[in-house]
């Protein structure tokens, strides 16, 4: 991701965005899958068809709901050997002979490069996601823009707003409480 020069509700996916990334094949063993997130350092990434186009996300949230489905109940995801830390880590060997097609979730998040931080913030709380892909007008996956990204841009503005001397900017944030 860049550092934008661009006030903070001026930003885009694009200027947001990692355009790094991780690309699971829909085919791909669910095993095959845990071992790329985990040796990439990511916990979810865009599932891709035989085209590139983006038809899911698999993320560590998916292998909770595994856990949940398929051993029973939440009390089996904190105490099964397939996890490292109850929720998160997944001990691959643990895991079905499935590809990841089964086991993603279906109908991702996708937005434009051209769509504005409120758009962003706004799919994930509406959606209860920490991460939106983002695409090329073929569905083909282009960058990623997390939660912890968008922090990141309130950070440096908060930062840049100090280091003006700026009392406020131009846009109010309204919070609900």
């Given at each position: 991701?860049?550092?934008?020069?661009?006030?903070?509700?001026?930003?885009?996916?694009?200027?947001?965005m990692?355009?790094?990334?991780?690309?699971?094949?829909?085919?791909?063993?669910?095993?095959?899958?845990?071992?790329?997130?985990?040796?990439?350092?990511?916990?979810?990434?865009?599932?891709?068809?035989?085209?590139?186009?983006?038809?899911?996300?698999?993320?560590?949230?998916?292998?909770?709901?595994?856990?949940?489905?398929?051993?029973?109940?939440?009390?089996?995801?904190?105490?099964?050997?397939a996890?490292?830390?109850?929720?998160?880590?997944?001990?691959?060997?643990?895991?079905?002979?499935?590809?990841?097609?089964?086991?993603?979730?279906?109908?991702?998040?996708?937005?434009?490069?051209?769509?504005?931080?409120?758009?962003l913030?706004?799919?994930?709380?509406?959606?209860?996601?920490?991460?939106?892909?983002?695409?090329?007008?073929?569905?083909k996956?282009?960058?990623?823009?997390?939660?912890?990204?968008?922090?990141?841009?309130?950070?440096?503005?908060?930062?840049?707003?100090?280091?003006?001397?700026?009392?406020?900017?131009?846009?109010?944030?309204?919070?609900?409480?």
């Amino acid at each position: 991701m860049a550092t934008p020069t661009k006030s903070l509700f001026r930003l885009t996916a694009a200027d947001l965005m990692s355009a790094s990334l991780v690309l699971i094949p829909e085919e791909m063993s669910l095993k095959g899958a845990a071992h790329q997130l985990a040796q990439a350092s990511v916990t979810g990434a865009p599932v891709v068809n035989h085209e590139g186009r983006c038809v899911g996300v698999l993320s560590a949230t998916d292998f909770v709901h595994w856990m949940d489905r398929d051993e029973g109940s939440v009390h089996a995801c904190a105490a099964s050997p397939a996890f490292c830390a109850s929720w998160q880590i997944v001990d691959h060997d643990k895991l079905p002979d499935a590809t990841v097609r089964d086991y993603m979730t279906r109908d991702p998040v996708m937005v434009v490069a051209s769509a504005s931080l409120g758009e962003l913030a706004r799919k994930m709380v509406d959606v209860h996601i920490h991460r939106v892909i983002v695409t090329d007008f073929r569905n083909k996956p282009i960058g990623i823009v997390s939660s912890t990204d968008i922090l990141a841009a309130v950070v440096r503005a908060d930062q840049m707003r100090k280091a003006t001397g700026a009392a406020e900017q131009n846009e109010t944030v309204a919070c609900a409480s």
